[in-house]
C-alpha cells in the first residue's frame, strides 16, 4: 500500500489532574521534518514526541501542536539577586539623605524597585504518569494521521493506475502506428522521384533513402523501455512503503522517452497519441508528489 503525505490526527489523554491534546497535520515535504509547538516548560520531551512520530511517518511535513490543562504542571521558584536589591536599598538611602527627606524607606518602595531582581521560573513536575498521558496521546494522533495518510493513498493508486493504463493504451497505438510511418514515407518519395525524373527511378537509391529514414524514426528501443518503466511501477507500487523518490525517478524517465518518441515519429497520429501519454502522465506527476 502507498500512503499519501497529506493528512490529520488528534489524541487525547487525561487524569483526575491534567488534560493533554495532541493535534497533528502532515503536507508534502522531500523529508520527514517535524516542528512541535508546546508549552515551553516542556520542550524537554520534544525528542521523545519526535522518536513515536518518526516509527510512524518516513516523509512530510508534520505540524505538532500540544495543549496542556490542568493543575499541579509545574513547579515555580523565586529567584532573587540580593546583590541587586541591596543596591536598591543603598541607592534609596543616598536618595534620602542627599534631598533630607524625613520618610522611611518602607517594603512598598523597594517592591516598586524589584522587577528586574526577582526572577520566576518554572520546571514540569518530575512525574512519570504526565509524560506517559503526553507520549500516549501522541501516539494515539499519529496514529490517526497514519490511517487517513493511507486512506488517501488508496485514492492517488487508483487514480495513478487508470492514467497508467490510458498510457499503456497509447503505447499500444503508437506500436501498431509505427511500422506504417515508413511505408507512408517510401510511397510519399517514390511518387515524389517518379514524377521528377518522368518514369525513370533508380530502385537502390530510393531504398537507401527509406532506410536511412526508418533508422532515424524508428521508436522501438523508446516504446520498449516506456513498457518496462510501466511494469516498474506497478511492481513497486504494489510493494508499498515509502516509494515517493522510486515513483518520481520513473515518471522523469516516461517523460523522456515520451519526448523522443515525439521528436522522432514524422505524424500526426503518433504526435496525438504522444500529447494523449503526456496528458496522463503529468497527472501521474501531480498526484507522486503526494506519496510518501
Known amino acids: 500500500m502507498i500512503v499519501s503525505m497529506t493528512g490529520f490526527g488528534r489524541g487525547k489523554r487525561e487524569d483526575e489532574n491534567v488534560r493533554i491534546t495532541v493535534e497533528m497535520k502532515s503536507v508534502n515535504h522531500r523529508f520527514c521534518e517535524i516542528s512541535i509547538r508546546m508549552p515551553r516548560q516542556w520542550m524537554m520531551f520534544e525528542d521523545k514526541i519526535k522518536r513515536v512520530i518518526t516509527e510512524h511517518i518516513a516523509r512530510g511535513r508534520v505540524e505538532v501542536f500540544v495543549t496542556i490543562e490542568g493543575e499541579q504542571l509545574v513547579e515555580r521558584t523565586l529567584h532573587v539577586d540580593w546583590q541587586l536589591v541591596d543596591a536598591y536599598y543603598r541607592m534609596l538611602t543616598d536618595v534620602r539623605s542627599r534631598f533630607h527627606f524625613t520618610d522611611d524607606i518602607s517594603l512598598r518602595d523597594m517592591v516598586h524597585m524589584l522587577s528586574d531582581a526577582v526572577e520566576m521560573t518554572e520546571q514540569p513536575l518530575q512525574n512519570d504518569a504526565l509524560l506517559s498521558l503526553l507520549l500516549e496521546a501522541t501516539k494515539e494522533a499519529v496514529e490517526q494521521l497514519k490511517y487517513m495518510r493511507e ?41 515524389r522521384v517518379h514524377e521528377f525524373v518522368q518514369g525513370i527511378v533508380d530502385e537502390q537509391r530510393l531504398l537507401t533513402e527509406v532506410a536511412l529514414f526508418a533508422e532515424k524514426v524508428d521508436i522501438h528501443e523508446e516504446l520498449k523501455r516506456i513498457y518496462s518503466h510501466i511494469e516498474q511501477f506497478r511492481r513497486i507500487v504494489s510493494e508499498g512503503g515509502a516509494v515517493g523518490r522510486k515513483l518520481d525517478f520513473l515518471v522523469q524517465e516516461l517523460n523522456r522517452e515520451m519526448n523522443t518518441i515525439g521528436s522522432k515519429a514524422n505524424d500526426g497520429h503518433i504526435a496525438s497519441e504522444v500529447v494523449n501519454m503526456k496528458s496522463a502522465l503529468e497527472k501521474i506527476k501531480e498526484q507522486v508528489q503526494n506519496v510518501e
Open 151 to 191: 486512506q488517501e493513498g488508496k485514492a492517488l493508486l487508483a487514480d495513478m493506475l487508470t492514467q497508467l493504463e490510458t498510457i499503456e493504451k497509447s503505447v499500444h497505438r503508437i506500436e501498431q502506428l509505427a511500422p506504417t510511418v515508413v511505408a507512408s514515407y517510401r510511397e510519399r518519395i517514390h511518387k
